[in-house]
């Protein structure tokens, strides 16, 4: 398939850090695309803050589809649509966990739109098991000793690990 005809989505999000439930929406929705991007958005851009660095974000998010050239890794600053519109993809992707997810995600797909016309939001629902599941959760059990292997992959684990020091796992 030629680079005109591949059908490129940006994933955007924080992934501070990657869990199990992003990489399942990753995987999901390579079902239909030929390639995923995914963008991990600053923290300027988001006013949140963060656990692990930009960088590290991403060598782990790296680690996570080693196996997937289909995937690439990328960093945006600013708005979404313009990254989206400069990686020449039109599709974003987003979990939506539960009805509480949606009301958010709802208006960011319409503004997104508004912004961008051209633009489609497609909401992939993760596996059950990781419906509850949130990046912010995993920082918070992790920073506190928690359990979180059934969360996260191996090399996320480690991560953590090495930031709080040895978990009870
Ligand atoms: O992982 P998150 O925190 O749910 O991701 C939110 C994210 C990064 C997708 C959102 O904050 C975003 O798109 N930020 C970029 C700035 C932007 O485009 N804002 C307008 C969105 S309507």
């Keep these: 398939m030629s680079a005109q005809t591949e059908r490129t989505a940006i994933y955007p999000g924080s992934f501070d850090p990657i869990t199990k439930g992003h990489e399942d929406i990753v995987r999901r929705a390579l079902g239909f695309v030929d390639r995923v991007r995914v963008a991990v ?12 660095p930009i960088a590290k974000r991403i060598e782990l998010i790296r680690q996570s589809f080693a196996d997937e050239p ?4 990328g960093e945006f600053e600013g708005l ?7 990686s020449g993809a039109r599709l974003i992707i987003r979990g939506l966990r539960a009805v509480s997810d949606f009301e958010y995600e709802f208006q960011m797909a319409l503004m997104n739109r508004q912004l961008w016309p051209e633009v489609e939001t497609v909401f992939l629902a993760p596996d059950a098991r ?12 992790a920073s506190l000793r928690g359990d979180v292997s059934d969360f996260v992959s191996p090399h996320v684990l480690d991560a953590l690990n090495e930031r709080f020091g040895a978990a009870a796992t």
Excluded at 70 to 73: A, D, L, Q
Excluded at 130 to 141: N, P
């Design 41 to 52: 958005a600053h923290r300027r851009t988001q006013k949140k803050d963060g656990l692990f």
């Design 70 to 73: 289909r995937v690439s890794v």
């Design 80 to 86: 979404l649509v313009d990254f989206a519109q400069r």
């Design 130 to 141: 990781y419906s509850f599941l949130s990046a912010s959760l995993v920082r918070e059990i």
